[in-house]
C-alpha cells in the first residue's frame, strides 16, 4: 500500500495568485473507493456545537473549497468550510483552553457502510486550523435526532484518534475498523477550521430493505454495488453513473476522452450481489454532442466466471434514456457496460432481484459487519 503523507502545522499566509499552488497533499489508496459522506447519497451534518464563523454544512459541499480573500461579513472572514470561535479558557490566570475542550459536528452517512478512510481537508485554513481532529463512528437504525445521537446510550468507537494535522492540507486518514456504521462525530482540538470531510468506504446495504422491496437497481451505489474499474477516467469517475436519480449537468455522468484509434471504452461494476436481472436502462441525459454512439452490456457469474452479452451493441441517442426489457433473466455477480467508441452516459440501471444465494450472502456479511 502507498505511504500515506501526514501533515503538522501551520501554512504559509496566503501570498496572493493561485490559493492552491501551496497546497498539501497525498495520493490516498482508499479514495477510490466511494465517498459515503456525498450529499448526492443523502448525507448531512446535523449538528454542530459552534458554527459562528461559517456553516457545518460546507463540510459535504462537492468539489474542492473556494477561496476569496476580499470576502468578509459582519462576523469577520467567509470561509469555505466549517469554522469555530477561538476557544478561552477559565480565567485570566488560565486563558488558554484546557487540554479536553473541543469543537465537534455530528454527521449523518449518506448511506451505512464500512469505512476504509478519512479525509479531513483545512484547504485555506492556514494558521485557523485545529491542531487536531479525531473522528467516532457509532451505528443506529432509524432516523435518529441530534439529541439521540448524543444520549448516554450510544456507544462510539474511535476511528481516527486524537491525531495533529497541518493547515490548508488534505489529512488523510486509513480506517481498519471493520465494521458498519451509520454516523460520525468529528472533532477537532480545540477549536478552528475544516474545509471539506470524506469519507471513503464500502456501502453495506440492510437485506431486510432490498427483500421487501422486491425489484430494485442491483448495480446502485445506494443498494451497494460499485464500479470497479474503467477504461478511462479523463472527465468523471465511472461511479457517477450508478449515482441516485437523473444526472442533472454533463459531468455528473461519465465521459471519457475523443479516441483516436479502433479501441472502445468501458465500465466494470461489482453488483450487490449475485442477482437476476431483467430489464435495464442506460441513459445519456445532459451529453448531447458527446454521447456514446452505441453500447453493449454483459454479465458474468462469480470473479472467473464468462462474459455473457445481455444487451448487444445497440444504437444510443443523445440526451434520451433508453428502457430495455431482457427475454429472459440473466443472473450474475458484475456487469460490464461497452461504449463504442467513446464519448459518454449519465446512468446505468440494472433492474432486478437478488438470488437465493445473493441473499444469504449479503445477510451473512451484514449480520458480520453489524457487531
Not at 473549497?65 to 490566570?93: L, N, Q
Not at 457509532?138 to 476511528?159: D, F, H, I, K, N
Not at 451509520?182 to 446495504?205: F, K, S
Not at 453488483?271 to 436481472?277: E, F, G, M
Amino acid at each position: 500500500m502507498t505511504a500515506i503523507q501526514s501533515f503538522t502545522g501551520d501554512a504559509n499566509p496566503y501570498g496572493g495568485g493561485d490559493p492552491y499552488a501551496d497546497y498539501r497533499t497525498a495520493d490516498f489508496p482508499f479514495a477510490r473507493h466511494t465517498d459515503l459522506a456525498d450529499r448526492r447519497l443523502g448525507a448531512a451534518v446535523v449538528a454542530a456545537n459552534d458554527e459562528f464563523f461559517a456553516q457545518r454544512e460546507n463540510l459535504l459541499l462537492p468539489g474542492p473549497a473556494e477561496f476569496d480573500p476580499e470576502r468578509f461579513g459582519h462576523k469577520g472572514k467567509i470561509m469555505d468550510g466549517w469554522e469555530t470561535r477561538r476557544r478561552r479558557g477559565a480565567a485570566a490566570d488560565r486563558p488558554w483552553p484546557a487540554p479536553g475542550d473541543h469543537d465537534w459536528a455530528l454527521v449523518r452517512l449518506g448511506a451505512p457502510g464500512v469505512i476504509r478512510g478519512i479525509v479531513v481537508d483545512t484547504a485555506h485554513f492556514r494558521g485557523n486550523h485545529p491542531q487536531a481532529v479525531s473522528v467516532e463512528g457509532a451505528r443506529l437504525s432509524g432516523s435518529p435526532s441530534p439529541g439521540e445521537l448524543l444520549g448516554e446510550g450510544v456507544t462510539w468507537t474511535t476511528l481516527v484518534p486524537r491525531t495533529p494535522v497541518g493547515g490548508h492540507a488534505a489529512n488523510g486518514f486509513p480506517v481498519t475498523v471493520e465494521r458498519c456504521f451509520t454516523h460520525l462525530r468529528v472533532n477537532q482540538h480545540p477549536d478552528g477550521g475544516i474545509a471539506r470531510l470524506r469519507v471513503h468506504g464500502e456501502i453495506v446495504p440492510d437485506p431486510e430493505w432490498l427483500a421487501v422491496l422486491g425489484a430494485f437497481d442491483v448495480v446502485a451505489l445506494e443498494n451497494g454495488g460499485r464500479a470497479e474499474d474503467a477504461s478511462n477516467l479523463f472527465y468523471s469517475p465511472a461511479s457517477n453513473t450508478i449515482q441516485p436519480g437523473r444526472s442533472h449537468k454533463m459531468d455528473d455522468g461519465w465521459e471519457t476522452r475523443r479516441r483516436r484509434d479502433q479501441g472502445n471504452d468501458w465500465i466494470r461494476y461489482r453488483l450487490t450481489a449475485q442477482a437476476q436481472i431483467r430489464a435495464l436502462e442506460i441513459d445519456t441525459a445532459y451529453l448531447k454532442g458527446n454521447s456514446a454512439g452505441w453500447a453493449s452490456v454483459s454479465v458474468r457469474d462469480g470473479e472467473d466466471g464468462e462474459w455473457t452479452p445481455i444487451l448487444p451493441r445497440t444504437r444510443l441517442q443523445p440526451d434520451t434514456n433508453h428502457r430495455f426489457v431482457l427475454p429472459a433473466p440473466a443472473v450474475g455477480t458484475h456487469a460490464r457496460l461497452d461504449i463504442y467508441p467513446d464519448g459518454g452516459i449519465s446512468r446505468l440501471r440494472l433492474f432486478g432481484s437478488l438470488t437465493e444465494a445473493g441473499a444469504a450472502a449479503l445477510t451473512a456479511r451484514h449480520q458480520e459487519l453489524s457487531g
